[in-house]
């Protein structure tokens, strides 16, 4: 049956339709995590959703919710290796970049000196997020596509590095 696996409520309703009501922020993205967590996430705030396998059926749950961190860009959420990664938005209206580690609570990866140049480009709304795994080290890539910039984070070494950045879709004379 497919509708088992719809995150529906007992009235039929879609949940993650309504799960940053509370905060009455608008969803701007979600991401599925090993198949029975949900992140959802607004521009202020996010809500994770679990899905638990029961012996009658299935249930859904809220096992947490941020009221101070959002989402700044709808493409920059990237998940690798137990680590889900973004762009966030504080409440403040401030940008950092926040990582969430085996589900837990997210953690601000980002420094004080990258989050000062994050706030000097031009759109952080088109930025892009990916994760990869090379030689044992788990990355984070963050580009912004109109600033030609890319920011790399290395969850093995926790430090981050700069990559140069092309963007096909700009003219070239």
């Given at each position: 049956?497919?509708?088992?696996?719809?995150?529906?409520?007992?009235?039929?309703?879609?949940?993650?339709?309504?799960?940053?009501?509370?905060?009455?922020?608008?969803?701007?993205?979600?991401?599925?995590?090993?198949?029975?967590?949900?992140?959802?996430?607004?521009?202020?705030?996010?809500?994770?959703?679990?899905?638990?396998?029961?012996?009658?059926?299935?249930?859904?749950?809220?096992?947490?919710?941020?009221?101070?961190?959002?989402?700044?860009?709808?493409?920059?959420?990237?998940?690798?290796?137990?680590?889900?990664?973004?762009?966030?938005a504080g409440?403040?209206?401030?940008?950092?970049?926040?990582?969430?580690?085996?589900?837990?609570?997210?953690?601000?990866?980002?420094?004080?000196?990258?989050?000062?140049?994050?706030?000097?480009?031009?759109?952080?709304?088109?930025?892009?997020?990916?994760?990869?795994?090379?030689?044992?080290?788990?990355?984070?890539?963050?580009?912004?596509?109109?600033?030609n910039?890319?920011?790399?984070?290395?969850?093995?070494?926790?430090?981050?590095?700069?990559?140069?950045?092309?963007?096909?879709?700009?003219?070239?004379?």
């Open positions: 049956d497919a509708d088992a696996y719809a995150w529906k409520n007992d009235y039929g309703e879609y949940q993650y339709e309504t799960a940053l009501q509370t905060t009455g922020d608008a969803i701007i993205s979600m991401k599925a995590i090993n198949d029975n967590r949900l992140w959802v996430f607004g521009t202020r705030s996010f809500d994770v959703w679990e899905l638990s396998d029961l012996d009658d059926g299935y249930s859904i749950s809220r096992t947490g919710m941020g009221t101070n961190i959002g989402c700044a860009a709808t493409n920059s959420v990237a998940y690798v290796n137990n680590q889900l990664s973004w762009l966030g409440a403040d209206g401030h940008s950092g970049i926040y990582s969430s580690i085996n589900g837990q609570f997210p953690v601000k990866i980002s420094t004080p000196a990258l989050d000062q140049k994050i706030s000097t480009l031009s759109n952080i709304a088109d930025a892009r997020g990916f994760g990869y795994i090379n030689g044992g080290h788990i990355f984070y890539v963050l580009s912004f596509a109109s600033d910039f890319t920011i790399v984070y290395d969850f093995s070494t926790g430090k981050w590095h700069n990559r140069s950045t092309h963007n096909d879709l700009q003219d070239i004379d």
